[in-house]
């Protein structure tokens, strides 16, 4: 019997005839003006540069083939001897060639210094201090550069 009460005390509120409610007006559904606001934020927020597909216009993860069609014979060809790959050096920057596949692209601070450095396509110039603009804030500060991790890729930009 006391389970009976219990019961019947638990779902007493489900039996109850529910109370008429006014209409929801028009204003009820127009948006906050908060709700602008975060949609504005994640606007400015979206700007930085969120993976990383290419350096001095090399793609990652291009095929050697691709890299000698859009950058011509390297000056230059040699081992790497903490990967075992080859490394293409050319004028402007270096790219590591791992099984075929552009794993890597290299670009010392004199380079980016007389040749521009960019990311994506967007043009970065760590002189003028620009980097954050595009990057946000450094992920990780090292005491030879600042380094941005996008997912498994990381750049790394050296002070000197």
């Known amino acids: 019997m006391n389970v009976l009460i219990l019961l019947l005390s638990l779902f007493s509120p489900y039996l109850d005839k529910p109370s008429l409610q006014e209409p929801l007006s028009t204003a009820a559904f127009s948006r906050p003006t908060s709700a602008i606001l975060a949609f504005q934020?994640?606007?400015?927020?979206a700007s930085y540069i969120?993976?990383?597909?290419s350096l001095s216009d090399v793609p990652l993860f291009a095929t050697e083939q691709n890299l000698l069609n859009q950058k011509g014979l390297p000056l230059n060809i040699k081992e790497d001897p903490?990967?075992?790959c080859l490394e293409y050096q050319y004028e402007d920057m270096s790219a590591g060639i791992c099984e075929g596949i552009v794993?890597?692209?290299h670009v010392t601070p004199h380079q980016a210094r007389v040749y521009g450095l960019s990311v994506n396509g967007i043009e970065l110039d760590p002189e003028k201090g620009n980097i954050q603009d595009f990057l946000g804030a450094p992920d990780f500060k090292a005491e030879d550069g600042d380094v941005y991790i996008r997912g498994s890729h990381a750049l790394k930009i050296y002070r000197d």
Not at 50 to 53: A, L, M
């Open 82 to 84: 903490w990967q075992g």
């Open 41 to 45: 934020h994640t606007q400015t927020a």
């Open 103 to 105: 794993d890597y692209v």
């Open 50 to 53: 969120d993976h990383f597909e």
